[in-house]
């Protein structure tokens, strides 16, 4: 009669979830949670050895709430995205729109609307299934908050980047566009119309390093992403430059030697525009697709930000989703706290708004560059071009 | 001689009609001390929170005193270092091949006297003794037998015995320090507060009550029950007290097997109040997942002091199971044959007189 588990939870998926979290659930963590069921466990048992103890208990539902939620936490954890649409709409209009949407959601979701300020929300709280993964990531609630930020000519629609994220605003936009029975002209931080590997770099870098208000004080993970010989082709094609073309037939000897063995590339460390390894890597026609970076900004407490900005596709350089979780502040005494803690929710927004509308502005200035420079593309890239 | 006396009656009681429902054996003498084994350690003076003189020992003696569980002879020079027994308890595990010994404290105290600082001297002293006995010749020849490899425990059992004690123990628990709390590797403590002794007691009763209705078998056809798990298949077949694991958790379950009967029947006792739905949804794929919801098997769950709607709850549980689960007439009919009660609530006397507070621990 034995079947499959619907609720509760097997011992090897309370195991590997305190194993898969050793951050989280450290060995003092697991201490705390046999002193909940009143056992004192010896300090001299390491996390392995506690989480193998603690897996052979009973978990009842007051037991597997905490570990459900903070493994739907992380869920949360998700990076943003944006869309700028082009058009002058009103509250009214949109608040209409998305009552109709959430009439037609399905019973397992919840949908609802409201006004904030100028702006309109619309939030989706719904289940999201993987059996791929953990036990307790394999359903995890998760939310989907969009904002419309309405502006006198466009409005700027910030949303999660997940396809839950996409999907309400894909479905919202379809019956704005239904209603107004015209296609709405939508901006978006994407380079998939700039193939040439130097640019789509520059955009990074000049993100992480001229990033409003704020000095960079350090790059810790980059993703690079070899170019396709297709996009090598088009710069040779639109360049006409004997040297250029020298270069990149040098550039794809040096990947034929690679070939099928690096496409892409993950550096993490410190200061890696200053790394070798990073330049060579741009030399050989590779560009940044993901970057980690810390900014200290200009303003009270000079706090120091991490941020993530990333092309979910790596190919086309398009889904642009970005996020600032984390920062370090200054205690009372002038020093920085040693580790970095969560950003306030509102002053999270804020820096997420501006990071988007820099990002926006960064592309437009690069796409711009391209097109009044035309086919002689200064290929040692502006000012912010790392060295 | 006053107090020996309460700790023969306490330990008596504790022994046989609380954790011996839940076959726990008991073995050696009860109510002893034996040797410290790291008297250079355990013996060393605690410094009084009053400043100590920087010489003479006279001073230093008058001010200080043995740290813990440590007991001197009267008029002896140098303190004979010893660690109290108040009874032990053993049973085999169900997932290893060792037995557990359990090296008992037993307090009894009226509500007031039940200070986070008395609770985590008492844990400290059991946390040195744990240190000392599986190195003492005395305390492992009183109590350990040589057939299996031995795991040890210590138990802390505190006792409210005015029944007026309704702060939150765990609060007193959560002021002890794990940092300094020197348990030897794969040893663990168990401190069970008033409300878990009136749970496991009420437990306890309602087993007894249903044995002598005939609900439930003798003790010999009785255990309880270990699922195989994934990480650890063999369930010990010599497995069948309770363990300290279980008595702290979310559930007992029992299984027995009446005079005549073909299968085993099944009672949970569930510590939860029944709240949320959610709790017996789980309790109910609980029991699926692990088999013992099949035919001919009954099942009857058993809930203290639960809240008023867990009833309602529970059946509510039991039929979005059957939608969820969709496993036809059969299986539908097996799990409405699910029956819940509440239980009597009862609240023994295990001893009427304050116990612990001047034995120096």
């Known amino acids: ?387 | 001689m006053g107090e020996t006396a309460n700790i023969a009656e306490i330990s008596a009681k504790v022994a046989d009609e609380l954790f011996g429902r839940f076959l726990w054996r008991t073995q050696g003498p009860r109510d002893l001390n034996w040797p410290c084994e790291e008297p250079e350690i355990h013996g060393k003076k605690r410094k009084s929170k009053k400043t100590v003189p920087a010489a003479g020992d006279a001073a230093r003696s008058a001010e200080a005193e043995p740290e813990s569980d440590v007991e001197s002879e009267t008029g002896s020079t140098a303190p004979v270092v010893t660690h109290p027994t108040d009874v032990v308890f053993y049973y085999d595990e169900p997932y290893s091949n060792h037995r557990t010994y359990i090296n008992c404290d037993l307090k009894s105290y009226a509500a007031k006297s039940i200070q986070k600082g008395e609770v985590r001297k008492a844990v400290n002293s059991l946390a040195r003794a744990l240190t000392c006995l599986e190195k003492s010749t005395t305390w492992r020849t009183r109590y350990v037998a040589n057939d299996k490899t031995a795991l040890y425990a210590g138990m802390l059992f505190v006792y409210n015995h005015d029944g007026e004690y309704d702060s939150q123990f765990d609060e007193l628990l959560a002021d002890i320090s794990l940092s300094n709390l020197d348990i030897p590797r794969n040893s663990k403590i168990i401190v069970l507060g008033p409300r878990d002794i009136f749970w496991l007691d009420n437990v306890s009763d309602h087993i007894a009550r249903m044995r002598g209705d005939g609900l439930i078998g003798p003790p010999e056809q009785t255990r309880f029950f270990y699922p195989p798990l994934v990480l650890a298949k063999n369930v010990q077949p010599s497995a069948r007290a309770a363990t300290t694991e279980m008595l702290t958790g979310p559930w007992i379950i029992l299984k027995h097997r009446l005079p005549a009967a073909l299968k085993e029947s099944v009672v949970v006792f569930y510590r939860g109040k029944g709240e949320q739905i959610e709790e017996f949804s789980l309790l109910i794929d609980y029991l699926m997942f692990h088999g013992l919801v099949d035919e001919g098997i009954d099942i009857l769950v058993c809930a203290l002091m639960p809240d008023t709607e867990a009833k309602a709850l529970f059946v509510k549980a039991i039929d979005d199971y059957i939608l969820r689960y969709d496993g036809g007439d059969e299986f539908t009919l097996m799990l409405k044959a699910i029956r819940y009660q509440s239980m009597t609530q009862v609240r023994r006397a295990f001893s009427t007189t304050e116990i612990g507070m001047d034995r120096g621990r």
Request: with cysteine.
């Open chain 1, 1 to 387: 009669m034995a079947g499959k588990l619907i609720f509760s939870v097997s011992d090897s998926e309370i195991f590997d979830a305190y194993m898969s979290a050793p951050s989280h659930f450290t060995e003092k963590v697991l201490q705390e949670e046999g002193r909940k069921r009143s056992i004192f466990y010896s300090k001299h048992e390491d996390s392995a050895s506690l989480a193998r103890k603690l897996s052979r208990q009973v978990y009842g539902y007051r037991e597997l709430q905490p570990i459900e939620e903070y493994f739907s936490q992380i869920g949360r954890a998700d990076k943003t995205s944006a869309i700028r649409i082009d058009a002058a709409l009103n509250q009214a209009e949109l608040k209409s729109i998305a009552e109709e949407v959430a009439s037609g959601a399905e019973a397992s979701e919840e949908f609802t609307s409201y006004l904030d300020g100028d702006d309109l929300v619309v939030n989706a709280i719904y289940t999201q299934t993987d059996f791929s993964r953990n036990r307790f990531r394999q359903r995890q609630q998760k939310e989907a908050k969009v904002r419309f930020e309405i502006g006198p000519e466009s409005t700027t629609v910030t949303m999660p980047a997940t396809a839950k994220g996409r999907e309400i605003v894909a479905t919202l936009r379809n019956k704005i566009e239904e209603k107004r029975k015209a296609v709405l002209e939508i901006q978006e931080v994407d380079l998939s119309g700039i193939p040439d590997p130097t640019l789509r770099t520059l955009f990074f870098t000049k993100l992480a390093s001229e990033f409003p208000n704020s000095t960079l004080n350090d790059v810790l993970r980059v993703k690079l992403q070899g170019s396709n010989s297709s996009s090598t082709s088009e710069t040779e094609e639109e360049n006409g430059d004997d040297n250029e073309i020298d270069l990149d037939a040098e550039m794809t000897k040096k990947e034929e030697a690679v070939a099928g063995v690096l496409r892409g590339a993950a550096l993490s460390g410190q200061d890696l525009f200053g790394t070798s390894v990073f330049q060579d890597l741009r030399q050989r026609g590779f560009y940044i697709t993901s970057i980690t970076w810390r900014s200290r900004l200009q303003e009270v407490g000079n706090p120091i930000v991490e941020f993530n900005a990333e092309f979910e596709d790596v190919e086309t350089c398009t889904s642009f989703r970005y996020s600032a979780n984390t920062w370090k502040v200054r205690r009372s005494t002038g020093e920085y706290n040693e580790s970095f803690g969560s950003i306030p929710p509102p002053k999270r927004a804020e820096l997420l708004r501006r990071l988007q509308q820099f990002a926006m502005l960064t592309v437009q200035s690069i796409a711009a560059q391209t097109a009044s420079a035309g086919s002689s593309v200064d290929k040692s890239g502006g000012d912010s071009e790392p060295s």
